[in-house]
């Protein structure tokens, strides 16, 4: 006996003749089959939606990739001025330089006076100064060293003479070769642009293996104050951290499944450390952080980093951010509750960049933010507690993924109100990490392991004392002369 549809009393489905019975129940069949399927392609149009709909603002694609119809958020309206200085600005030219580094000083004196004509003579003790900028011709020092070879009058043997121990034996100097190094890391110029920029600017010709191998004596050069600089950074008490791709290629034979490389950075206060391998994983992240490492770690949320105890890391807000638009940019319930969501990250960031200014004290920012921060979980929590409609793949069911998973770390996520000196969020590992994107789009990446590695020590270089404020090429000079002829290496750590 077959089930009367809702609505039908048993008795009235028992008095219907057999053919319309089945023919309800074939027409039944076939509406829950096209119900189901509507389901799925409703389903299917909003996950299609939100995936044409990502952009730089609600995920974690660059803002290079959201192309010309990407339309960003409303910036502020001008005040319909012209740019540049206003009238009444002071302004500021170039300053003048210190008398002391003055090359040459010329005295112009007017011969007669401007109204009657009268001659003139005698010194302004406070002349107007005007000062011009020039560079010389520039043209390589060129020292050719000749090693005579002399026959012995009484042996007859053949005796040559040797360069001297402060002689390079490397047809390029000190100087030379850190530029080179230079030119490849705080200069991100292309082996083909380094060649023209020496031969146009310096007269040198110099091929691209001689560029290469000057590139790995420096990196040579560099592993003392590398592993100096990695040990330090571990012991730090906060480091910011973050990775990037960077292709890698099978020159030497130690890539050969043609894995895509990563580029990894550890910023902190004092140095930053850049480490490139062909993983992107729990191990990468241990080999840059150490096994040992004790301090806050603030990054995104990727999963390399859980190994760490949540009372260890602080989420990166930048990154939850775009988690919070994309919910928001979902159509029903999301809206809504990313609305909410969006406004408190808000009122967070108000008291949070009013501490930075000045405007409050710490005890006042943990005050003010308290609440906002017991909304925000409040909000996360009535999310998963409405919990996921049928379908996995439908909007709101991605928005309770979302808030269950950002509960499962909402400890991670007020580190920065708990301890100070730490940002919420990672954008100074972002930032250190510029460098090497613009590498990877100019090079397309490295050829081997060794070349991975003298880029990475090149960009823990030169990132590392610019965050000090010192001279990268002087370093590489001076660290090329200690390695190659002997003397005190150049340390990057900064001065005690």
């Known amino acids: 006996m077959s089930t009367p549809p809702a609505g039908i009393t048993e008795a009235d489905w028992l008095s219907w003749p057999p053919e319309a019975r089945q023919f309800i129940l074939v027409q039944q069949q076939e509406i829950e089959q ?39 958020p409303e910036r502020r309206r001008g005040s319909g001025r012209k740019r540049g200085g206003q009238p009444g600005h002071p302004g500021s030219g170039p300053e003048l330089l210190p ?77 030379l070769s850190a530029l080179v190094g230079l030119l490849g890391s705080a200069f991100p110029l292309s082996f083909s642009k380094t060649q023209a920029l020496l ?80 993983s992107r994983s729990t191990a990468a992240a241990i080999e840059l952080l150490g096994s040992t490492f004790g301090g806050i770690v603030v990054s995104d949320r990727f999963s390399a980093y859980n190994h760490l105890p949540l009372n260890q890391r602080q989420l990166c807000w930048a990154h939850l951010i775009r988690d919070l638009a994309a919910i928001a940019e979902r159509p029903g319930a999301s809206a809504e509750f990313g609305d909410q969501l969006l406004s408190l990250q808000q009122q967070l960031f108000e008291q949070w960049h009013r501490y930075k200014d000045g405007s409050i004290d710490w005890p006042a920012l943990q005050q003010s933010c308290r609440p906002i921060r017991q909304a925000f979980e409040a909000t996360l929590q009535q999310v998963v507690e409405l919990g996921a409609q049928r379908g996995e793949r439908t909007p709101w069911a991605s928005t ?10 909402t400890g991670a996520l007020w580190t920065f109100l708990e301890t100070r000196g730490i940002e919420p969020t990672n954008n100074a590992a972002e930032r250190a990490l510029r460098q ?61």
């Not at 044409?52 to 694609?61: A, C, D, E, L, V």
């Not at 520039?138 to 042996?155: G, K, Q, S, T, Y």
């Not at 951290?241 to 902190?268: C, I, L, Y």
């Not at 993924?401 to 770390?409: D, F, G, N, S």
């Open 34 to 72: 096209l119900r189901s399927q509507l389901t799925a392609l409703a389903t299917e149009l909003a996950s299609l939606r939100e995936r044409i709909g990502r952009s730089s603002r609600n995920s974690s694609k660059p803002p290079s990739s959201d192309g010309p119809g990407f339309k960003p």
């Open 99 to 175: 008398i002391e580094r003055v090359d040459e000083v010329v005295d112009h004196h007017p011969d007669a006076c401007r109204r009657c004509g009268s001659l003139l003579e005698g010194e302004d003790p406070d002349p107007l100064r005007h000062q011009v900028i020039e560079i010389p011709p520039i043209a390589p020092v060129v020292i050719e060293h000749r090693l005579h070879r002399l026959i012995c009058p009484c042996c007859s043997t053949s005796t040559c003479a040797t360069l001297p121990a402060d002689v390079e034996d490397s047809p390029y100097g000190p100087r």
């Open 199 to 278: 031969d146009q600017l310096l007269g040198i010709e110099m091929s691209r293996g001689a560029i290469a191998a000057i590139r790995e004596r420096i990196s040579a050069t560099l592993e003392h104050p590398m592993q100096e600089a990695l040990v330090f950074a571990r012991q730090q008490p906060v480091a910011y951290v973050d990775e990037t791709g960077a292709p890698t290629g099978n020159a030497d034979g130690n890539n050969p499944t043609g894995k895509r490389g990563w580029q990894w950075v550890m910023v902190t206060a004092a140095v930053t450390v850049f480490i490139q391998g062909l």
């Open 400 to 409: 309770v993924r979302t808030c269950r998973k950002l509960l499962k770390v």
């Open 436 to 496: 090497s994107v613009i590498q990877r789009k100019i090079s397309h990446g490295v050829q081997s392991t060794k070349g991975a590695i003298c880029r990475s020590r090149l960009l823990t270089v030169t990132t590392s004392l610019r965050q000090q404020g010192r001279d990268v090429w002087q370093f590489l000079e001076h660290a090329w002369i200690a390695h190659h002829r002997g003397g005190v290496m150049p340390s990057l750590l900064p001065e005690p």
